[in-house]
T-cell receptor
Framework: QKEVEQNSGPLSVPEGAIASLNCTYSDRGSQSFFWYRQYSGKSPELIMFIYSNGDKEDGRFTAQLNKASQYVSLLIRDSQPSDSATYLCAVNNPFQGGSEKLVFGKGTKLTVNP | NAGVTQTPKFRILKIGQSMTLQCAQDMNHNYMYWYRQDPGMGLKLIYYSVGAGITDKGEVPNGYNVSRSTTEDFPLRLELAAPSQTSVYFC????????????FGQGTRLTVV
């Protein structure tokens, strides 16, 4: 069973701090990695994706990927109360026939305290 | 642009009843998915489709059926509802799963009593 693991949290940080969210995956063949944000009672929305080893920055968000360690992380700089949500890590897993599907972790709940 | 539309938003079913959750997308996406999300859990794939007429099972397909007669629509059928099917159901679509965003519908909250 291919798995995506995340710390369930909750993770609590003060406003203005850096929030660090981590994710590990079991399938070395995984190629694409996504971070979704889900507010309570809402549907997930994509905030970052990364395909290559290293860092990818988009505003206050930085995704980091290390395929050798099978590890992907999301850093949120200058955290705001509006960042309080559950963050879902998703990884694409290839399966027979060449089609692919997204496998999600359980999510990490982040609370940013004013 | 409507994106992914799910209906209904809420539903209460009695044990043994059946129903169909509707999902439609207007983005001409090839890939469509049904996920369920239980409290405090991530998303588990029920069924997916890579195009009209092509569907396949995900991680948790038991108790569900799907069809994909058009690119736009991907309904999920629950037969003989059980309390274990109480969950929030999300439909999603993407052009492909590689290097493109998956768009989610607003979800259907289903309770089986």
């Amino acid at each position: 069973q291919k798995e995506v693991e995340q710390n369930s949290g909750p993770l609590s940080v003060p406003e203005g701090a850096i929030a660090s969210l981590n994710c590990t995956y079991s399938d070395r063949g995984s190629q694409s990695f996504f971070w979704y944000r889900q507010y309570s009672g809402k549907s997930p929305e994509l905030i970052m994706f990364i395909y290559s080893n290293g860092d990818k920055e988009d505003g206050r968000f930085t995704a980091q990927l290390n395929k050798a360690s099978q590890y992907v992380s999301l850093l949120i700089r200058d955290s705001q109360p509006s960042d309080s949500a559950t963050y879902l890590c998703a990884v694409n897993n290839p399966f027979q026939g060449g089609s692919e599907k997204l496998v999600f972790g359980k999510g990490t709940k982040l609370t940013v305290n004013p | 642009n409507a994106g992914v539309t799910q209906t209904p938003k809420f539903r209460i079913l009695k044990i043994g009843q059946s129903m169909t959750l509707q999902c439609a997308q207007d983005m001409n996406h090839n890939y469509m998915y049904w996920y369920r999300q239980d409290p405090g859990m991530g998303l588990k794939l029920i069924y997916y489709s890579v195009g009209a007429g092509i569907t396949d099972k995900g991680e948790v397909p038991n108790g569900y059926n799907v069809s994909r007669s058009t690119t736009e629509d991907f309904p999920l059928r629950l037969e003989l509802a059980a309390p274990s099917q109480t969950s929030v159901y999300f439909c999603a679509s993407s052009y492909s799963t590689v290097r493109t965003e998956a768009f989610f519908g607003q979800g259907t909250r289903l309770t089986v009593v």
